[in-house]
């Protein structure tokens, strides 16, 4: 026997920032209030659940299934935005931003 989720799964979900699927590139912080330590970590959708949320694994190897609107989608990038921050995020003192002046 093994394992297996009696969840009901969907094609997609609201997330912070758009809709995720299967496959998705997003973004997830551990809080503080979590016990972490703020960090901004990029992972991939491997499951999407009609209760609204989604199962990611993690780039460096963990997994966490919680709320799809803790989770930031990122649109055409490889990876989390500079700075370690989410998408459409205001920047905090001291974070390092970087720009490129176009025109």
Not at 18 to 23: E, F, S, Y
Not at 48 to 68: H, L, N, R
Request: aromatic share 8%.
């Amino acid at each position: 026997m093994g394992c297996f989720s009696s969840k009901a799964t969907a094609q997609s979900c609201q997330c912070a920032n758009g809709h995720v699927a299967i496959g998705s590139r997003v973004q997830t912080q551990w809080t503080r209030a979590e016990g972490g330590n703020d960090q901004w970590f990029p992972g991939t959708v491997k499951a999407v659940f009609a209760d609204g949320t989604i199962k990611i694994q993690y780039d460096d190897g963990d997994k966490w299934t919680g709320s799809a609107m803790q989770a930031w989608l990122l649109q055409g990038m490889e990876g989390p935005p500079m700075g370690g921050a989410p998408i459409n995020a205001m920047p905090v003192q001291g974070q390092i931003i970087q720009a490129q002046v176009v025109g």
